[in-house]
């Protein structure tokens, strides 16, 4: 079993909704929770991070990390469009060498 | 900037060939990683440089593989001989701290070995 597991997708809504995106993780030591987005044949780039529990906004998109059930989301209301790519969550503990954990992605689709 | 450059873009090769991809890092960024993207094991970290040395290559999966940084502003990954089984996306990414949430990713390299 990965240490971050996501479901691979595609998930695809049409433009407007409310889309939400989870990942699970296995290791309780993970502080740093991050998001990232990669369009088609694109490297990854930071979407946004949170550290420890709680919520974190950003215009359209909120970060959720609940760690008594291991489980992290990202919403994205009103989505685009350009919204379209794969999502991968990201996690690291806060010593050590901080190499973050990747999870496999989630393909979002969001037609018009 | 121009951000991290990748090259080449695309990479198809035979089986057995040696293969070198390279990076250019962002100026004042100490830290460059390389990745490894496949659909079955997702984003895999393979080695990472601070200041052109080496820190951490126990990602690395073969001795087929190794990996180089001569200066700040170049990096090199190797493989000799290529096998199919190394055909993924292979991306680097620079930072100017260890923390991941500094990390800029290049475009990557596409290998497909036949």
């Known amino acids: 079993q990965k240490e971050v597991e996501q479901d691979p997708g595609p998930l695809s809504v049409p433009e407007g909704a409310i889309v939400s995106l989870n990942c699970t993780y296995s290791?309780?030591?993970?502080?740093?929770f991050m998001w990232y987005r990669q369009y088609s044949r694109k490297g990854p780039e930071l979407l946004m991070y949170?550290?420890?529990?709680g919520n974190k906004e950003d215009g359209r998109f909120t970060a959720q990390v609940d760690k008594s059930s291991k489980y992290i989301s990202l919403f994205i209301r009103d989505s685009q469009p350009s919204d379209s790519a794969t999502y991968l969550c990201?996690?690291?503990?806060?010593?050590?060498?901080?190499?973050?954990?990747f999870g496999r992605g989630t393909s979002l689709i969001v037609h018009p | 900037d121009a951000g991290v450059i990748q090259s080449p873009r695309h990479e198809v090769t035979e089986m057995g060939q040696e293969v070198t991809l390279r990076c250019k890092p962002i100026?004042?960024?100490?830290?460059l990683f390389w990745y490894r993207q496949t659909m079955m094991r997702g984003l895999e970290l393979l080695i990472y440089?601070?200041?052109?040395?080496?820190?951490?290559d126990s990602g690395m999966p073969e001795d087929r593989f190794s990996a180089k940084m001569p200066n700040a502003s170049f990096s090199t990954l190797k493989i000799q001989p290529s096998e199919p089984r190394d055909s993924a996306v292979y991306f680097c990414?620079?930072?100017?701290?260890?923390?991941?949430?500094?990390?800029?990713f290049g475009s990557g390299t596409r290998l497909t070995v036949v």
């Open positions: 440089f601070n200041n052109n040395v080496p820190i951490d």
């Open positions: 990414a620079s930072s100017p701290t260890v923390h991941p949430t500094g990390y800029t």
């Open positions: 990201a996690n690291t503990a806060p010593r050590g060498s901080y190499i973050p954990t």
């Open positions: 949170t550290y420890s529990s």
């Open positions: 290791n309780s030591a993970f502080q740093y």
């Open positions: 100026s004042g960024h100490d830290y």
